[in-house]
Structures are given as structure tokens and as C-alpha cells.
């Protein structure tokens, strides 16, 4: 039991206070198991003005903190609330915060996110000086939290506060690396000699990702199979400084929790059911088919897809495919948010398939949860997949992943094979429209035939994607982390 060991999650985001993608989901859920296993946890986001953070009943701990920006300080405040079981830390300055969004609109990022982002690095390492906090670990994520280990180990190398305190960055998405034009160098206060020595830019520009990179004590990303992925690269640019540091460079994949993720008691969906008994999943069908403005028919299999309009989730793949996925006999059904050349295609094929297709622009929990109970399979045509959530979901939901062999999807869904009843999905490997066709027209022979569908079935009841096995790995990233720290 680590009851000693005391962590902070550094974040943008996290389920269900500010959502944006998985890693809210994430930094939702690890937390509690680690607490079950004796780790103290707490966290620190933005204030962001949210309806679910305004709801919290938090106190102001720290009317003023001054924070360095530039050659300047601004007065920040710090409020704290307890969600969940632990310490939430609610960085407050309205400027950078008091916004719709988390890091801007489905069209465009806001124009100041290297500001923002600059400004609550440097906020949570005074927070935690003024505060006295004691803290052995920092656990940061993605590029908006990437310039805390760089922090650390220059502006307060010699802080006594924080002494000790080690960091854990873990690469959720390297496709997205908070590149800015290297001006923005000048708001960190950092000098030009570690832009210079490439350690914190790339192609000419400062890469929040990269630093995090080079400056962390230990870091990781969110399968083996996206470690390979990202170590064999030449367009994320970061294959160079990772095998530099391959030997503190880890691969873990994610879990799901299953208290949250259960049809057998699922507030959001309209029956319960189990393995043992389907019969809730067939209302799950019928209400969501109605929900979607389509007319239920139990025979025609049910395709759901939640997800970000965007290239890497296979958008465009998708997008040429749908009618002729309709004409192999599927219904389909699609929630997700994101590019407005995306929305505007899907709107227009929603008028051209209305009988078919079913659509909606936007993404919430309570809608992830129905979209997933209620169809028969889920769609996952990413060109690129960190580690993915909705297969672990089909999975708990007898809802069964149909996917592209990328990332943390390849080790996940092992194609099923007939002859054996071995497996538990559908996987295709190009990225193409005859190969997703093709593992679709596997899935639907499958489904027509109802002793081959119901051990798919059974073969995804049977998966246990937790957190568990994961925890105690993020428990040995720490002390790594923290040995090494105590070394220097």
C-alpha cells in the first residue's frame, strides 16, 4: 500500500466537470483506483466557467496568487472543492478561463491558447509554493500541462518547496503538440539556448509536447501499440527525443470504469440487461432507433459511431462510405462534434438517407450511453487510435467493435474467427473503403446468424477492461519517477 505516495493530476480536463475527449475520461477514472490501492490523489484544472464547475460547492483558498508572464505578474486566485472522493484545485483567472469552451470551437482553437496554457503551468507550481502543498508526483497531460516538468527544472530548480517533487507526463494524442510561433518563447521566461538545442522547438517553432518530453522525469502514452507507433514516426517528431529516452518511456494501456460503464444498472439507457439476459438490450434498440428518427426494425443491424469529426478519427473515409455501408442492409446512427466541413457533409447525407442515418451534433455522456447500449455494433475507422474507449464499451454493452487495426484498437479487438469462435470484433488494416466494407459485410454475415452473433457476444461480456491491472503500473511510473528525482 503506497499511503505515502501523494500525486497531483495536472489537467485541462476531466469527466465530468470540463470534457473535451478520452482524457477526461481518464483523468476521471484512474484516480479512484488509485486511491484504492493507498495513493493520496488530488487534482488542479483551470476554473473554467462551466455549469458543472460553477455547481460545485468550493471555498476561495487564495485570494492572490501572482503568477510570472513574460517579464510581467498577473494576480490569479485559487478556490478548492472536493468531487469525487479527493481535492480539486480550481485555478481561477478569468481572462484566460471564463470561456465557453476548453480550447476553443469545433472550427478554430482560441488565438492566446499558448498564453493560457503558459500562464496555468506557471500558476499550479506557485499555487503549490504559496500553498505549501506537499506533493511527490505530478502527473501532467498533453500539451497544456507539457511545461511543468521544463518549470521544474529551470525556473524552480533551486525552489526548496519543490524539492523532490517529481513528473509523469503521459502522451495521450501526440498528433496534437501545442506547436506556437517562437515568440511565444518569450511568456515562459525561458532562454533562447534550450530553443536553440531543438529541446524545446521543432521545425521552428516552440512544441509544448516535445518539452514535455525532454524535461520529464518519466513518461508514457496510452498503449504499446501507439509507442511503436509513435517511436517509428516521421511526421509527430518525436521519435528522435523518445528513443533517447526509452529506457523511462512506458506504455500502459487505459481501462474503463465499470461501475460507470454497467447496463445492468445504467441511469441513461431505458432497460437494464446482462449477459444472462438480452432482453433490456432489444428496448435499448428500439427507444434509440426512435430517439434518431428512424423506424425500428429488429432485423437490420445497428451501427453506432460516437466520435470527433475529425481526419484521424477516419472522417473521410466514413464520409464515402456511408452509402454504400446503407446498402449492405445497416442502419446507422452517429453522434460526434467537430470540423464544419464534417458537420455540413453529414448533414447533407442526413437529408439524402433520412430513413437510414440517424445524426446528431454533439456529444454527451448520457448520449455515449444510449448510442452504445442500444446498437447492435460499434464503428471505429480512426487513422489513428492512442488507445480507444469505445470498443471497452461495445465490449461491456455486447456491442460489438468493428475497427481499424491502429494503436491501442490492434491490441484490443482480435478478429473473430468463425470456424473457432475465437474473438471479439471485426478488424480491417487499410485505410480504405473496400477493407471497411469488407470487415462490415464479415459483421453482417455474422449477425444474420444467430449462434455466431450470440458468441461475439458473449466473447466482449467476457472482457474486463479496468483500471486495476493499469493503477498498479501508474503506481510504478511514480516511484520511478520520484527514485530519480531524489538522484539528481
Known amino acids: 500500500m503506497d499511503t505515502a505516495l501523494r500525486v497531483m493530476f495536472v489537467t485541462p480536463e476531466v469527466s465530468p466537470l470540463a470534457i473535451s475527449g478520452e482524457l477526461a475520461d481518464f483523468v476521471g477514472s484512474l484516480p479512484k ?21 460553477e455547481a460545485l460547492p468550493a471555498e476561495l483558498i487564495l485570494r492572490e496568487l501572482w503568477v510570472p508572464m513574460g517579464g510581467d505578474k498577473v494576480k490569479a486566485s485559487v478556490w478548492k472543492a472536493e468531487a469525487e472522493g ?40 506557485e499555487f503549490l509554493i504559496a500553498s505549501r502543498l506537499e506533493v511527490d508526483v505530478l502527473h501532467c497531460h498533453n500539451w497544456p500541462t507539457a511545461l511543468i516538468p521544463v518549470f521544474l527544472k529551470t525556473h524552480y530548480a533551486g525552489t526548496e518547496a519543490l524539492r523532490g517533487v517529481a513528473t509523469v507526463f503521459t502522451l495521450h494524442n501526440a498528433a496534437s503538440q501545442g506547436c506556437f510561433p517562437a515568440e ?38 496510452v498503449s504499446s501499440g501507439y509507442k511503436r507507433e509513435i517511436l517509428s514516426s516521421k511526421e509527430m517528431g518525436l521519435a528522435e527525443i523518445l528513443k533517447a529516452r526509452a529506457g523511462r518511456f512506458a506504455g500502459i494501456r487505459n481501462g474503463i470504469d465499470l461501475e460507470v460503464w454497467n447496463p445492468e444498472n445504467d441511469p441513461f439507457i431505458v432497460a437494464p440487461f446482462s449477459a444472462a439476459d438480452l432482453s433490456g438490450k432489444a428496448a435499448c434498440k428500439k427507444s434509440l432507433m426512435e430517439e434518431f428518427g428512424l423506424t425500428p426494425e429488429p432485423e437490420a443491424p445497428l451501427l453506432g459511431l460516437v466520435t470527433h469529426l475529425t481526419p484521424l478519427k477516419g472522417l473521410d473515409l466514413l464520409l464515402d462510405t456511408i452509402p454504400a455501408i446503407i446498402g449492405l442492409g445497416f442502419k446507422i446512427i452517429l453522434a460526434g462534434t467537430g470540423e464544419n466541413r464534417y458537420e455540413h457533409a453529414l448533414n447533407k447525407l442526413r437529408k439524402a438517407q433520412a430513413e437510414s442515418l440517424g445524426l446528431r451534433l454533439e456529444m454527451n455522456p448520457a448520449l455515449s450511453h444510449r448510442i452504445i447500449a442500444g446498437s447492435d455494433m460499434i464503428l471505429i475507422p480512426s487513422r489513428e487510435e492512442p488507445c480507444g474507449l469505445n470498443q471497452f464499451y461495445g465490449f461491456r454493452y455486447g456491442t460489438v467493435p468493428v475497427v481499424r487495426a491502429v494503436g491501442g484498437l490492434k491490441e484490443t479487438v482480435r478478429p473473430f474467427q468463425p470456424a473457432s469462435g475465437k474473438g471479439n470484433g471485426f478488424v480491417f488494416h487499410e485505410d480504405s473503403g473496400r477493407a471497411l466494407l469488407r470487415a462490415l459485410l464479415r459483421a453482417r454475415d455474422c449477425y444474420r446468424q444467430t449462434e455466431c452473433w450470440a458468441k461475439l457476444m458473449r466473447a466482449g461480456f467476457e472482457e474486463q477492461p479496468s483500471w486495476e491491472e493499469a493503477a498498479q503500473k ?5 516511484r520511478a519517477a520520484v527514485n530519480l528525482r531524489r538522484k539528481e
Open 86 to 125: 479527493q481535492s480539486v484545485y480550481l485555478i481561477d483567472y478569468p481572462k484566460y478561463f471564463a470561456r465557453d469552451n476548453i480550447y476553443g470551437s469545433s472550427r478554430e482553437e482560441y488565438l492566446d491558447n499558448d498564453e493560457r496554457f503558459i500562464f496555468f503551468n506557471r500558476a499550479v507550481l
Open 474 to 478: 501508474y503506481l510504478g511510473l511514480y
Open 184 to 221: 511565444t518563447l518569450a511568456l515562459t521566461g525561458l532562454g533562447w539556448d534550450l530553443f536553440a538545442s531543438r529541446r524545446l522547438s521543432f521545425n521552428g517553432q516552440l512544441n509544448f509536447l516535445k518539452a514535455g518530453a525532454a524535461f520529464s522525469d518519466v513518461l508514457n502514452t
Open 33 to 53: 483506483h488509485l486511491r484504492a490501492l493507498g495513493a493520496e490523489v488530488s487534482l488542479v484544472l483551470p476554473r473554467y466557467r462551466r455549469p458543472e464547475i
